[in-house]
T-cell receptor, first 111, second 114 residues
Framework: KQEVTQIPAALSVPEGENLVLNCSFT??????LQWFRQDPGKGLTSLLL?????REQTSGRLNASLDKSSGRSTLYIAASQPGDSATYLC??????????FGTGTKLQVIP | DAGVIQSPRHEVTEMGQEVTLRCKPI?????LFWYRQTMMRGLELLIY????????DSGMPEDRFSAKMPNASFSTLKIQPSEPRDSAVYFC????????????FGEGSRLTVL
């Protein structure tokens, strides 16, 4: 069974800082890994999707890397803004029903 | 595209009542998923459909839960009778492109059973 760990569980940073969120998973037999953000009372918003054959993916100020063999992924957020405050979830997918979610990193960016 | 659309957004009901949650997936997506999110257990997959056919319902907690997908643009999750422990946020998600496709979530239906 896939186990997903996200560190840290919570993070508070001043606006403008660059930060890294970490995700580790136990089963490297995955098709892809997706990063989501979830705002309070809202659904999950897809941020980045990295296929298993890729090493990284970028969207704006976000960069996600994937090291499948070691079971690790990182989400790098450049020049953080208060609007980035949310919970970030990492989700490796080994197939339709084998989508596992981490418990998330709750990020607060202080103005 | 409007994204995955769920209704109702909030539902408050009394124990024993029937609850029906609805979902419209993104047009063209051929896979649909129902998840439940609680503080204690996080996100749990309840059931998923591929091309309107239920493929895996092993996550459905018990016989009180049922799900249907009568066509490619509509799915329901029904709880009958509802119990207080069913209180949670229920999410619908859809994807295209096979097992490796990108998953998109709706805003969720927050269910409170009194």
């Amino acid at each position: 069974k896939q186990e997903v760990t996200q560190i840290p569980a919570a993070l508070s940073v001043p606006e403008g800082e660059n930060l890294v969120l970490n995700c580790s998973f136990t089963d490297s037999a995955i098709y892809n890994l997706q990063w989501f953000r979830q705002d309070p009372g809202k659904g999950l918003t897809s941020l980045l999707l990295i296929q298993s054959s890729q090493r990284e993916q970028t969207s704006g100020r976000l960069n996600a890397s994937l090291d499948k063999s070691s079971g690790r992924s990182t989400l790098y957020i450049a020049a953080s803004q208060p609007g980035d405050s949310a919970t970030y979830l990492c989700s490796p997918s080994g197939g339709y029903q084998k989508v596992t979610f981490g418990t998330g990193t709750k990020l607060q960016v202080i103005p | 595209d409007a994204g995955v659309i769920q209704s109702p957004r909030h539902e408050v009901t009394e124990m024993g009542q029937e609850v029906t949650l609805r979902c419209k997936p993104i047009s063209g997506h051929n896979s649909l998923f129902w998840y439940r999110q609680t503080m204690m257990r996080g996100l749990e997959l309840l059931i998923y459909f591929n091309n309107n056919v239920p493929i895996d319902d092993s996550g459905m907690p018990e016989d009180r839960f049922s799900a249907k997908m009568p066509n490619a643009s509509f799915s329901t999750l029904k709880i009958q009778p509802s119990e207080p422990r069913d209180s949670a946020v229920y999410f619908c998600a859809s994807k295209s492109g096979g097992a490796g496709g990108e998953l998109f979530f709706g805003e969720g239906s927050r269910l409170t059973v009194l």
